[in-house]
Nanobody, 126 residues
Framework: QVQLVESGGGLVQAGGSLRLSCAAS????????MGWFRQAPGKEREFVAR????????YYADSVKGRFTISRDNAKNTMYLQMSSLKPEDTAVYYC???????????????????WGQGTRVTVSS
């Protein structure tokens, strides 16, 4: 089992940047592929980005490609999401998540991820 705690959310103006962090504890961090999802008010939780166990492969939703960068430091048991050129539509609660079984239901599906953090709120003002 792994425990996940997100941090780094806040209020930022459109065009600005934020860096989210996800600190993991429990089972060996490098056993898990990791991902970020987000949920805006009144909407379903949606996929943002994923990184494989080693950090050598990443995948992004089209809506954030070129603006967001996912990374991880296995020595620090931490994953990051660098968000740039933020837009009001990026406003959401962002969740860190861990996948042990290799995306068995598809890497963009919430059902492929076994563990979730509590979320950190990002608000982008126009």
């Amino acid at each position: 089992q792994v425990q996940l705690v997100e941090s780094g959310g806040g209020l930022v103006q459109a065009g600005g940047s934020l860096r989210l962090s996800c600190a993991a504890s429990g089972r060996t961090f490098s056993y898990y592929a990791m991902g970020w999802f987000r949920q805006a008010p009144g909407k379903e939780r949606e996929f943002v980005a994923r990184i494989n166990r080693s950090g050598g492969s990443t995948y992004y939703a089209d809506s954030v490609k070129g603006r967001f960068t996912i990374s991880r430091d296995n020595a620090k048991n931490t994953m990051y999401l660098q968000m740039s050129s933020l837009k009001p539509e990026d406003t959401a609660v962002y969740y860190c998540t861990a996948d042990y079984f290799g995306g068995s239901n598809g890497v963009t599906s919430t059902s492929s991820y076994e563990y979730w953090g509590q979320g950190t709120r990002v608000t982008v003002s126009s």
